[in-house]
């Protein structure tokens, strides 16, 4: 039967609580995964483009955070989509490539022709449907999702070297010390099941030999001597450093070059920027998501705005661009917001400005305050994070700051955290 051979599973990687650190105060009451960017859970966005893929049956979310703080997502968002999305949670961190393959009888169930397998903290636009023509035409074992970056910035990523006319991956490297090629693995990927295969080959080695001998095969004999020496468990398997360098230039490995936008979501001042590229993506893909309005009725609307149905938002106020509010969220009247996400349970008094900065749950801003900073999203205190249920005072001034959870701040404060 045709349609058999046809379907299509994906696995969305979601990590665990020892993850998401570098996300802190945002991570504390809800998982990274679900922290909302453009108005939505970050997975979300991974989700919608895997819905969009033909014949597509299943999706699959895999980590090592407790299910109770899944379940309710993955139930609401699969009664939504009209399609089993499940959550598998592993007993322990088992790799990039591990965990496909600690669950393969699951993910394996309906007898899928190709695998997509996605980081959830990429932001991109996620081609699939492209991506798996692509790699049908291919006729390889597997597909990596590529982007062109600048020289200086390549070496922070996985470095691979593609044949231009092919397209084959012949050479990966992760992070180099010097400086290998300008396109970088943007950590999504489509795979037939041979990958399971692979994966089971790479830990049935690493049992013969031990893990340096193992690697020898791939490696010279510097590589080998900067290699890690501590034996990885059997069942830990990386994508990268077990799968991708030594298939590649083995015409097993493609890849396929997005000319759109990507970023790794890393950070929250990252989490601010990719927020604003999605509401931008909506232009094309959901535009009734978002909010417009010229102050008459409604408020003065500029640029890419998402705005909750439950937010009230006076007729006054004006926001955008790059600006999505949560549930239940108040904004006063004459109030502007630029650059900004402001989440659930949220009041913004009158008069008071938020530039550059992520309001967390239940915090209220007093009348004619200021919440900003310079919005250089890779810097430590390049945006102001008001952590959950963070009082701001009438007038008070917070730039450049991160404030935790349930501080009342009544005095103005720069370049500071405060505890």
């Given at each position: 039967?045709?349609?058999?051979?046809?379907?299509?599973?994906?696995?969305?990687?979601?990590?665990?609580?020892?993850?998401?650190?570098?996300?802190?105060?945002?991570?504390?009451?809800?998982?990274?995964?679900?922290?909302?960017?453009?108005?939505?859970?970050?997975?979300?966005?991974?989700?919608?483009?895997?819905?969009?893929?033909?014949?597509?049956?299943?999706?699959?979310?895999?980590?090592?955070?407790?299910?109770?703080?899944?379940?309710?997502?993955?139930?609401?968002?699969?009664?939504?989509?009209?399609?089993?999305?499940?959550?598998?949670?592993?007993?322990?961190?088992?790799?990039?490539?591990?965990?496909?393959?600690?669950?393969?009888?699951?993910?394996?169930?309906?007898?899928?022709?190709?695998?997509?397998?996605?980081?959830?903290?990429?932001?991109?636009?996620?081609?699939?449907?492209?991506?798996?023509?692509?790699?049908?035409?291919?006729?390889?074992?597997?597909?990596?999702?590529?982007?062109?970056?600048?020289?200086?910035?390549?070496?922070?990523?996985?470095?691979?070297?593609?044949?231009?006319i092919t397209k084959e991956l012949l050479h990966y490297t992760e992070k180099p010390e010097t400086f290998v090629s300008d396109l970088i693995n943007c950590g999504v990927y489509i795979f037939t099941p041979h990958i399971l295969t692979a994966i089971q080959e790479v830990s049935m080695h690493r049992e013969g030999q031990g893990h340096i001998a193992a690697n020898i095969r791939h490696l010279s004999s510097f590589e080998t001597l900067q290699?890690?020496?501590?034996?990885?468990?059997?069942?830990?398997?990386?994508?990268?450093?077990?799968?991708?360098?030594?298939?590649?230039?083995?015409?097993?490995?493609?890849?396929?070059?997005?000319?759109?936008?990507?970023?790794?979501?890393?950070?929250?001042?990252?989490?601010?920027?990719?927020?604003?590229?999605?509401?931008?993506?909506?232009?094309?893909?959901?535009?009734?998501?978002?909010?417009?309005?010229?102050?008459?009725?409604?408020?003065?609307?500029?640029?890419?705005?998402?705005?909750?149905?439950?937010?009230?938002?006076?007729?006054?106020?004006?926001?955008?661009?790059?600006?999505?509010?949560?549930?239940?969220?108040?904004?006063?009247?004459?109030?502007?917001?630029?650059?900004?996400?402001?989440?659930?349970?949220?009041?913004?008094?009158?008069?008071?400005?938020?530039?550059?900065?992520?309001?967390?749950?239940?915090?209220?801003?007093?009348?004619?305050?200021?919440?900003?900073?310079?919005?250089?999203?890779?810097?430590?205190?390049?945006?102001?994070?008001?952590?959950?249920?963070?009082?701001?005072?009438?007038?008070?001034?917070?730039?450049?700051?991160?404030?935790?959870?349930?501080?009342?701040?009544?005095?103005?404060?720069?370049?500071?955290?405060i505890l």
């Amino acid at each position: 039967m045709e349609s058999s051979e046809e379907k299509v599973v994906a696995v969305i990687m979601v990590g665990g609580p020892t993850k998401g650190t570098r996300f802190r105060p945002l991570s504390f009451n809800t998982p990274k995964p679900l922290f909302p960017l453009a108005g939505q859970p970050m997975v979300q966005h991974p989700i919608s483009a895997c819905k969009r893929i033909p014949n597509l049956v299943q999706i699959f979310l895999i980590g090592f955070h407790e299910e109770r703080d899944f379940a309710l997502y993955v139930s609401s968002i699969s009664n939504e989509l009209k399609m089993p999305v499940r959550y598998l949670k592993e007993d322990k961190p088992h790799g990039s490539a591990g965990g496909l393959y600690y669950f393969r009888n699951i993910i394996m169930e309906d007898n899928p022709s190709h695998i997509f397998l996605l980081n959830c903290d990429v932001c991109c636009s996620f081609p699939l449907t492209d991506m798996l023509e692509a790699h049908k035409r291919y006729g390889g074992m597997g597909t990596v999702l590529v982007i062109k970056v600048s020289a200086e910035s390549a070496n922070q990523f996985g470095e691979l070297v593609a044949d231009p006319i092919t397209k084959e991956l012949l050479h990966y490297t992760e992070k180099p010390e010097t400086f290998v090629s300008d396109l970088i693995n943007c950590g999504v990927y489509i795979f037939t099941p041979h990958i399971l295969t692979a994966i089971q080959e790479v830990s049935m080695h690493r049992e013969g030999q031990g893990h340096i001998a193992a690697n020898i095969r791939h490696l010279s004999s510097f590589e080998t001597l900067q290699s890690p020496t501590r034996a990885l468990p059997l069942d830990f398997v990386r994508l990268d450093q077990d799968i991708l360098s030594p298939f590649a230039g083995k015409k097993q490995l493609y890849t396929y070059e997005t000319m759109d936008f990507w970023e790794q979501i890393k950070t929250p001042g990252m989490a601010l920027k990719c927020s604003g590229l999605y509401l931008a993506q909506f232009r094309f893909t959901s535009s009734h998501l978002l909010a417009g309005g010229d102050g008459t009725k409604s408020a003065s609307i500029v640029g890419d705005v998402f705005v909750h149905p439950s937010a009230k938002v006076h007729p006054t106020a004006k926001i955008g661009p790059n600006v999505s509010i949560s549930a239940n969220v108040r904004v006063g009247a004459g109030v502007r917001l630029i650059s900004c996400i402001i989440l659930d349970d949220v009041e913004v008094q009158e008069n008071a400005v938020v530039i550059n900065s992520i309001v967390g749950w239940k915090s209220s801003i007093g009348k004619w305050s200021r919440v900003q900073a310079d919005g250089d999203y890779n810097a430590k205190l390049g945006i102001t994070i008001l952590g959950e249920a963070v009082i701001v005072e009438d007038e008070v001034v917070v730039i450049n700051s991160i404030v935790l959870p349930n501080k009342t701040l009544n005095l103005s404060v720069q370049d500071e955290i405060i505890l």
